[in-house]
């Protein structure tokens, strides 16, 4: 642990913004989960939830809580496993 004023300041932050990009990229990363298994199960709804983890995954890529390319592979995989589901 710092001694000084503005280090120990620094670590309250940094704790704080963690705890936030945690939580963030947990809930997106749950979003997704429920999007590929409701293509996979070809549910009614899963037209819905990929165009809901397609914007979670663009905010979360937009935030900084994961790389633009992850982003849009997981969004072209998810489109690509969803289309085959139609077909």
Do not use: C, H
């Not at 704080?16 to 293509?39: D, G, H, L, P, Q």
């Amino acid at each position: 642990m710092p001694n000084i004023k503005s280090a120990i300041k620094r670590v309250k932050v940094t704790d704080k913004k963690t705890a936030a990009n945690k939580m963030k990229k947990s809930e997106m990363r749950t979003i997704v989960k429920k999007a590929t298994a409701s293509i996979a199960a070809s549910d009614d709804n899963s037209a819905a939830l990929l165009k809901d983890a397609q914007v979670a995954l663009d905010k979360a890529a937009s935030k900084g809580y994961i790389s633009k390319n992850a982003a849009a592979r997981s969004k072209s995989r998810m489109a690509k496993a969803a289309a085959k589901a139609q077909a």
